[in-house]
């Protein structure tokens, strides 16, 4: 029997278990933007005026994080 997945808020600990899931969403969409942008996101995803972010996962692995579920947007759309 599979467990379920487990959504929960986004923690700093989780950036390397996200990382070969985000390189595959970039390979997919075959677009790999500079590191500088990953951290930037990362770092926002962090951030407690930004809209929550969350992850999916299962047992130990990343299965699923917000820059898959709903893009962020910039901060002047939203009025921040």
């Known amino acids: 029997m599979t467990a379920a997945p487990t959504v929960r808020p986004i923690a700093e600990a989780d ?8 390189a595959g969403y ?3 969409r075959d677009r790999a933007g500079p590191p500088a942008i990953r951290q930037t996101l990362w ?3 962090l951030e407690p005026d ?3 972010a969350v ?6 692995a990343c299965i699923g994080a917000p820059f898959e579920a709903r893009p962020l947007g ?5 009025g921040a």
């Open 43 to 45: 770092t926002r995803f």
């Open 26 to 28: 970039d390979a997919f």
């Open 74 to 78: 910039h901060r002047a759309q939203r």
């Open 55 to 60: 992850l999916a996962t299962s047992v130990s």
């Open 15 to 22: 950036r390397d278990a996200c990382r070969p899931l985000r």
């Open 50 to 52: 930004e809209p929550e």
